[in-house]
């Protein structure tokens, strides 16, 4: 059985950091490819944003929001993401999402999605 569990979310001020963590199990091969994306409540799925992601060779991807601000790492057997995010801004109040897929697909939009934690920034 797969599963991708996100923990770490919560209420914090606006400059504060926070560090999501993302434990993914049960899919194929490892290291997987894994990734975090961010939805704004209110807002459809089809507008999640990315945050980052990390692929089957260990390179790692921001979105430009992200860049400066947040850095992801994994762990040394592939399958745990955490998400530091510095410098934290009211706007980045939202739910964080992870997904994960095999090295092989490494396809994170149709892969497995957890079912997020929530993030809010007061100012």
């Known amino acids: 059985e797969v599963q991708v569990l996100e923990s770490g979310g919560g209420s914090i001020q606006a400059g504060g950091s926070l560090t999501l963590t993302c434990a993914a199990s049960g899919i194929d091969d490892r290291p997987y490819c894994m990734g975090w994306f961010r939805q704004v409540s209110g807002k459809g799925r089809e507008e999640r944003e990315e945050v980052a992601r990390i692929d089957e060779r260990h390179n790692i991807e921001y979105a430009e929001f992200a860049k400066g601000r947040f850095t992801v790492s994994q762990d040394n057997y592939g399958t745990t993401l955490n998400l530091h995010m510095s410098s934290l801004q009211p706007e980045d109040t939202a739910m964080y999402y992870c997904?994960?897929?095999?090295?092989?697909?490494?396809?994170?939009?149709?892969?497995?999605w957890g079912q997020g934690t929530q993030v809010t920034v007061s100012s």
């Open positions: 997904a994960a897929d095999s090295l092989w697909s490494c396809d994170l939009e149709d892969g497995y």
